[in-house]
C-alpha cells in the first residue's frame, strides 16, 4: 500500500491556497502561506522503516555508539537550558541513544518507536523502555512533562494528529521539543535538489521556521524557543576541525557567520513549546 502526496492539501491552509510545484515538480508549495510536501509517491510506515531503511536510506550510523551518543547529549544539554523534565517520553527514538542520556542525567524516559529494527535494539543493547508502535496511537496512554521529536515531524503521515497526540500526552503546562530538517536554510537554498536535508523518498513535509512554529501554535502550543543550526553541530570537534576546509566555508558564506547556529538559515530547525497550563488534551 502505498500513499500519494502529489494532491495532498497544504497541512496549514487545507484547500483554500493552491499549491506551485518546486525543485522541477520534486516538490509541492503552497501559495499561501509557503509549507512545501514532496509530490510522489511514498511507502506507507509500515514499509520504510525496515532494516533495509537504515542499511540503505543514509541511516546507517544511527546505531552507531560513538556519534550518536555525541548526537544525544548535545541534544540533551539544548532541552536543558531551557526545560527541567521529570518524565520525558520520546517519538521515534531510533536507537535509543537520547534516551540514554536522559535516564544518565535522572530523568525517567521512554520511547514510542515504529520501527521493529530500532526498536530492539534500543530494548536489547541499551535496555531502554520502548514500545514500538504508532506514536498517535499509543502517546495518549502515556503521560509525560516533556515529549521531544527529534527529525520525526517529516516523517509523519498527518503532521496534526501527531502534535495532537503530543498535546493529549503532556501534563498542563508541559514541554515540546521538536528538531526538523529547515527548507529555507541557506545550503537548501544553495543546493537545490542536492540539499543533504531534502530527502524526498523519506521525508514528507519540509518545514521552514514560520511554518513550524504556525503549525505548533495551532494545535494550541506556545512557543517559547526557535532557531536553526548547521549540520555541523552535531559533528564532534576533531571531525569538524578535520573536515573544516570542506565544510566551514560554505556555512560561513551562507550564514555569515563561523557559528554553529543562527535564527533562521541553519539546516536543522529546533522549537521548544509549552502547552497550555490548565487543563489536559482530549
Known amino acids: 500500500m502505498s500513499v500519494d502526496h502529489r494532491t495532498a492539501r497544504c497541512v496549514l491552509c487545507g484547500p483554500r491556497q493552491a499549491h506551485l510545484p518546486r525543485l522541477g515538480g520534486l516538490l509541492r508549495r503552497c501559495e499561501g502561506c509557503g509549507f512545501s510536501w514532496t509530490a510522489q509517491e511514498q511507502a506507507t510506515e509500515d514499509g520504510r522503516y525496515d532494516e533495509d531503511y537504515f542499511a540503505e536510506g543514509g541511516y546507517d550510523d544511527y546505531f552507531r555508539a560513538a556519534p550518536r551518543r555525541f548526537e544525544a547529549r548535545r541534544r540533551l544539554r ?89 498535546h493529549t500526552a503532556l501534563t498542563p503546562g508541559g514541554w515540546l521539543a521538536l528538531e526538523v530538517p529547515n527548507i529555507a536554510s541557506a545550503a537548501a537554498n544553495r543546493l537545490g535538489t542536492d540539499w543533504p536535508g531534502l530527502q524526498p523518498r523519506y521525508h514528507r513535509w519540509h518545514f521552514t521556521p514560520d511554518t513550524l512554529v504556525r503549525l505548533v501554535t495551532d494545535l494550541g502550543f506556545e512557543v517559547i524557543r526557535q532557531d536553526t543550526t548547521v549540520f555541523r553541530y552535531y559533528m564532534p570537534l576533531a571531525y569538524r576541525l578535520r573536515h573544516a576546509r570542506h565544510l566551514l566555508p560554505a556555512d560561513v558564506l551562507g550564514l555569515r557567520s563561523p557559528r554553529l547556529t543562527h535564527p533562521r538559515l541553519g539546516d536543522l530547525l529546533r522549537v521548544i513549546a509549552r502547552a497550555p497550563r490548565t487543563g489536559r488534551s482530549t
Open 78 to 166: 539544548w532541552l536543558l537550558s531551557t526545560v527541567r523534565p521529570t518524565v520525558l517520553l520520546e517519538a521515534g527514538p531510533a536507537g535509543g541513544y537520547f534516551l540514554e542520556a536522559a535516564h544518565r542525567a535522572g530523568i525517567t524516559a521512554s520511547g514510542i518507536e515504529v520501527s521493529h529494527a530500532a526498536a530492539s535494539f534500543a530494548r536489547d543493547h541499551l535496555h531502554m523502555p520502548v514500545r514500538q508502535g504508532y506514536f498517535e496511537t499509543i502517546a495518549p496512554t502515556v503521560t509525560a512533562d516533556v515529549v521531544c521529536a527529534f527529525h520525526v515531524l517529516e516523517h509523519v503521515e498527518d503532521p496534526r494528529a501527531f502534535l495532537h497526540a503530543a
